[in-house]
């Protein structure tokens, strides 16, 4: 029983045992923490149905299990409930709080943008800073070479030149061989042996120095130069005025050396300007200072290098003549401009004698004379081109008194200036041509002011003044009382006294050129002849050709050019008194005055027959005539009366005209008028004329015939002024009687009463008539003729007859309304009607 009970026991414990460890191994395997292969191995090692019975374990525990989640649940589910609900509600807010992060996301975006920037900006900032130190430590290597170098150019500048050399070796042994990598160091290890070369020419710079010198002081060494010459010269001619005082001279001539003096004393002044307060001239020594020329003169001799000097010199002083020689592109504005141009050239050849007469083979006659033929022919080619640009007469007078200043400057230094005085006389001719231009302009002044009416003379005063100015004459004029009209316009004295001037002016320019008086004479003309002929020419045909220019106008111009022309003699008699020359000289040249007064004459004649034409032509184009009219008005035209009122009134102002130019003119406007009134009647654009328009136009003839009769011009003999409107008169006499028969009978005898009316013009003025009358014929109405008053009706008599029995009118044109003309088609049955009147064997 005790093993019994043993054994039970055993089992039992055995049994308890099992089930403790399948309750370790499922605890082992819930709690996931040791190896699940040693526990499950532990359960499957022991029985056979040990895997059985964990099995029943394992389902036991999870059913224990599942009751306690069913009981938990159970427990919670009303929680679970809640929670589900309160979820639900909160979902919304979620959705709420979802829209706030990302907005608060973005706008923290934003934000971390700025802080961004700032963060690039300090980075920036601190590679500038880095870079900025960097660069700091570079100049801080650099900077010492950089003073060093500036140290080296002062020295150049001062002329230290030793310790210039001194500072080059320390900066090529010490400073940059530091900073040769960089490329201004390059540039400098460049020029210093530039500087180097530049210090071994220093034995030059002492002559530089002094080119530069007189190169300065050649314009006032010149000035001064020419000052002295001025004075030797007035000196010379004061006292040969004194030594000449017995000669005989005349009261110009006097006049004219009394200008000189003037205008020597005006140069002397000039030159004096800037020395008014000098005790005494200065001379080009005291101007300038030579030692360094000498000396440098003296060391290269010595070196040997005697010769290098001297062409070096040479070649310099070229240099300095070719800029010297150089004038300014502005100088012909001003006097200035020439006297500093002369005043350099007499300096720098001044300082060239100076050098040949104080140094020894430096400078030679040989070559002074050379540079001075150069420069010659420089300065002449110089004078020739500004000159030209010269339009102020004063001014080119002006440069005429510095060039002989400027010759007798050189000539004393012993420089031969022939060739300047041959200039002046090219020169002369320039003035003269500025003399033209001005007295053009001054002409064209005197015509634009004038009134062209006669001076009105209220007094013996005022007749006595225009007789001092013009020389005027005329005894039937003086025998009148006051007050009176003398028949010259202002514009003639005017014109008088300005040629009298030109001469003067003209006479200015022959003196101090040591030219005789026969030849200052020869000039004066020659110069007078070119005002007159030219200037004055050109003036007077402008102002005929003006728009401006009436009849009026050109009737007194052509006064004006009478009275001129009869002035010439004394313009002759005013040269010759001035210059001591007699008229009666061979070589005495005359005036050529006449034949351009009459040129002018002339032309002024030509323009007022010009003129009339214009003015005839300017009527008959306001003349207004109905060409279909089926009788005239009884009286003339309204723009032929005012024609002829303005021909009457314009012919009255001729009295003062030659008698021919009056005549000329008067037949040379009824001609052109005849001439209009012709071609009006035959204009191709007129293609019809009434017999009433044809009454009409005899009725204007009328009067154009009762105005030629009447003499508006005296001269005429017999009906001379009549046969100009003779052709229109035949042809209307013939289309006023219709007197066909006689003219066909008596045409090509020389006795016909039509023997001026041509076949070709009646032939087109019959047409028009023709024209006229079958457009009324087809209108019904009356066709105007002067032996016919059919009205369209069966008419035995004249045309009528003819023309019904040669042609019958289409249908077509029966109906025709007024101004109709025939159809194109049936035109050349109309013309052929025409010719078949009696005309066939003439046209």
């Known amino acids: 029983m005790a093993r019994k009970s043993k054994s039970n026991m055993s089992e039992q414990y055995l049994e308890e045992n099992k089930d403790q460890i399948y309750e370790n191994a499922l605890a082992e395997i819930q709690s996931f923490e040791l190896p699940l292969g040693t526990t499950l191995r532990s359960v499957y090692d022991d029985q056979p149905n040990a895997h059985q019975r964990f099995m029943e374990k394992l389902d036991a525990c999870i059913r224990n299990h599942d009751r306690e989640i069913e009981k938990m649940c159970n427990f919670h589910h009303q929680g679970f409930v809640d929670a589900i609900t309160e979820l639900l509600k909160v979902r919304a807010d979620a959705e709420k709080l979802k829209v706030q992060v990302t907005d608060t996301n973005r706008r923290l975006q934003d934000a971390g943008k700025e802080v961004i920037a700032q963060t690039e900006e300090i980075i920036r900032c601190r590679v500038q800073q880095r870079n900025i130190t960097t660069v700091v430590e570079k100049l801080q290597l650099c900077l010492p070479v950089l003073e060093m170098y500036s140290k080296l150019k002062e020295q150049m500048n001062v002329k230290r030149y030793y310790s210039a050399l001194k500072t080059m070796e320390q900066l090529e042994n010490l400073y940059l061989p530091r900073v040769s990598q960089y490329r201004f160091c390059q540039i400098m290890i460049e020029n210093l042996p530039k500087l180097r070369e530049e210090i071994k020419e220093i034995s030059m710079s002492d002559l530089k120095d002094f080119l530069e010198s007189i190169r300065k002081h050649s314009d006032r060494i010149g000035e001064t130069a020419m000052k002295q010459a001025q004075q030797q010269k007035t000196f010379s001619t004061t006292l040969q005025k004194q030594n000449n005082i017995n000669y005989g001279r005349n009261m110009h001539l006097g006049r004219s050396r009394i200008l000189e ?63 010297v020689l150089q004038p300014q592109s502005s100088m012909h504005e001003t006097v200035e401009g020439y006297r500093r141009y002369f005043s350099q050239i007499v300096g720098f050849f001044v300082v060239e004698d100076h050098i040949l007469h104080v140094t020894q083979g430096l400078v030679t006659r040989t070559y002074t004379d050379e540079l001075w033929n150069m420069a010659l022919s420089k300065i002449i080619a110089v004078l020739r081109t500004h000159s030209s640009y010269c339009s102020d007469p004063d001014l080119v007078l002006e440069l005429k008194n510095l060039i002989v200043v400027f010759a007798d400057t050189l000539q004393g230094y012993g420089f031969p200036v022939n060739r300047l005085f041959d200039l002046l006389f090219e020169i002369r001719d320039q003035y003269n041509e500025t003399l033209l231009k001005k007295w053009s302009g001054l002409f064209r002044d005197i015509f634009e002011a004038d009134n062209y009416s006669p001076i009105p003379v209220a007094n013996e005063e005022e007749y006595k003044i225009v007789i001092s100015k013009f020389p005027f004459q005329d005894p039937e004029l003086d025998k009148q009382s006051f007050p009176k009209k003398l028949p010259m316009s202002q514009s003639v004295p005017q014109i008088y006294i300005q040629v009298k001037e030109f001469i003067y002016a003209s006479l200015k320019f022959s003196e101090s050129l040591h030219r005789s008086s026969t030849e200052i004479d020869d000039m004066l003309r020659k110069s007078t002849n070119l005002l007159l002929t030219r200037t004055l020419s050109s003036c007077l045909q402008n102002l005929i050709k003006k728009p401006h220019i009436g009849l009026t106008e050109l009737v007194q111009i052509i006064i004006n050019t009478t009275h001129l022309e009869q002035a010439c003699k004394y313009l002759e008699d005013f040269i010759s008194n001035i210059t001591n020359i007699s008229q009666v000289t061979v070589h005495t040249a005359r005036l050529y005055g006449l034949s351009t007064f009459k040129d002018a004459r002339h032309a002024a004649e030509g323009e007022i027959y010009t003129k009339l034409n214009q003015k005839i032509d300017e009527f008959i184009q306001i003349a207004d005539y109905d060409w279909t009219m089926s009788e005239s008005d009884g009286r003339a035209s309204g723009y032929l009366m005012d024609l002829i009122n303005f021909l009457r009134s314009t012919f009255q102002v001729f009295t003062h005209l030659p008698g021919k130019v009056a005549q000329t003119a008067c037949m040379s406007a009824c001609q052109h008028l005849s001439t209009s009134l012709m071609q009006m009647l035959l204009d191709s654009e007129l293609k019809q004329i009434s017999m009433g328009a044809i009454q009409q136009f005899n009725l204007d003839v009328i009067q154009c015939e009762l105005f030629a009769s009447s003499e508006p011009v005296p001269g005429f003999q017999g009906d001379t002024l009549q046969l100009a409107f003779i052709d229109l008169r035949q042809l209307l006499d013939l289309f006023m009687v219709w007197d066909w028969s006689t003219y066909l009978a008596d045409y090509g005898q020389a006795t016909s009463k039509y023997l001026r009316v041509n076949p070709s013009t009646a032939l087109t003025l019959l047409e028009k008539t023709l024209q006229s009358c079958w457009l009324s014929l087809s209108a019904g109405r009356s066709h105007g003729f002067p032996s016919c008053r059919c009205m369209g009706k069966k008419c035995g008599s004249c045309c009528c007859r003819g023309a019904r029995a040669s042609f019958q009118p289409p249908r077509e044109w029966a109906g025709a309304r007024d101004g109709a003309v025939p159809p194109a088609e049936h035109q050349p049955v109309l013309y052929s009607w025409i010719r078949a009147l009696g005309c066939k064997g003439i046209f």
């Open 261 to 323: 003096s003037k205008n020597e004393i005006t140069l002397k002044r000039t030159f004096e300007e800037d020395d008014e307060h000098e005790e005494e001239v200065l001379t080009a020594q005291d101007l300038v200072d030579f030692s360094p020329v000498y000396r440098c003169l003296h060391i290269y001799s010595v070196l040997g290098d005697g010769e290098i000097f001297e062409n070096y010199y040479r070649k310099q002083r070229r240099k300095q003549a070719r800029l």
